[in-house]
């Protein structure tokens, strides 16, 4: 099964709005891979140049790490069915690195694999690219939430 999500899909599986939504379209998700590649186009108009670098804008390297966490959200959501009603968030952040600014106007293909899964741990890793040059990679590992942690 190979797969895309647009917008209104993607609304429907994550819990993120504005302006902490990072992920407009899925291209592709791949089970038999484990993979699943998104876009983030970056706009001049997002909240976050406003105070970032003001002129010299440059997306936050923790921005680029949740819309990896998110492309990865939406790959468990899809192919994870016991997943889909779960709420999953940060349980680390491994070998994070950050090569080369992104800036307005760039469009940030991500690319997330290896999901590997034990118990209420699954752990994948992620790398963000503009224009095929890579911008920023991590090893990410989420925790679902028991649904006794899911209320305040």
Do not use: W
Not at 2 to 22: D, T, V
Not at 39 to 52: A, C, D, L, R, Y
């Amino acid at each position: 099964m190979k797969r895309s999500l647009g917008p209104q899909e993607i609304l429907a599986l994550l819990p993120h709005r504005y302006p902490f939504l990072l992920v407009d379209v899925v291209e592709e998700i791949d089970p038999e891979r484990a993979y699943i590649r998104a876009i983030k186009n970056v706009s001049h108009n997002e909240p976050f140049f406003q105070g970032h670098f003001p002129g010299n804008p440059l997306m936050p390297g923790v921005l680029l790490i949740e819309a990896m966490a998110q492309t990865g959200g939406l790959y468990i959501k899809v192919v994870m069915e016991d997943c889909r009603e779960s709420l999953f968030v940060f349980a680390a952040i491994d070998k994070a690195r950050f090569r080369h600014p992104v800036r307005p106007g760039d469009r940030v293909v991500i690319e997330a694999q290896g999901f590997r899964r034990k118990g209420h741990i699954i752990k994948s890793t992620a790398r963000a690219s503009v224009e095929g040059k890579l911008v920023a990679e991590a090893e990410i590992t989420a925790a679902i939430l028991r649904e006794e942690e899911t209320h305040a």
